[in-house]
């Protein structure tokens, strides 16, 4: 099987969405009681979040692609 890269705002995405639904059941159960109008501020906080995590990690994938720590005393390479 081909190894994928790792996407962290697709985790994040999945874990409030999990949350949400979660909430959800909770409150059809009647085991937890909350105002519904909570979770979708919550919903955009995560979204937005889930975008902050997917441009660090592209930040991070392409400072690593392009050599990335090499210090100007190392000089050019051979």
Do not use: I, Q
Request: proline fraction near 8%.
């Amino acid at each position: 099987m081909r190894r994928h890269e790792f996407e962290p705002g697709k985790l994040v995405v999945g874990l409030v969405l999990l949350a949400c639904g979660g909430a959800y059941l909770a409150a059809a159960h009647g085991s937890w009681h909350f105002p519904a109008f909570v979770l979708l501020p919550v919903l955009g906080a995560g979204f937005c979040v889930a975008g902050l995590v997917s441009s660090l990690a592209l930040v991070v994938r392409r400072h690593r692609a392009r050599g990335g720590d090499r210090t100007p005393a190392d000089g050019p390479r051979p």
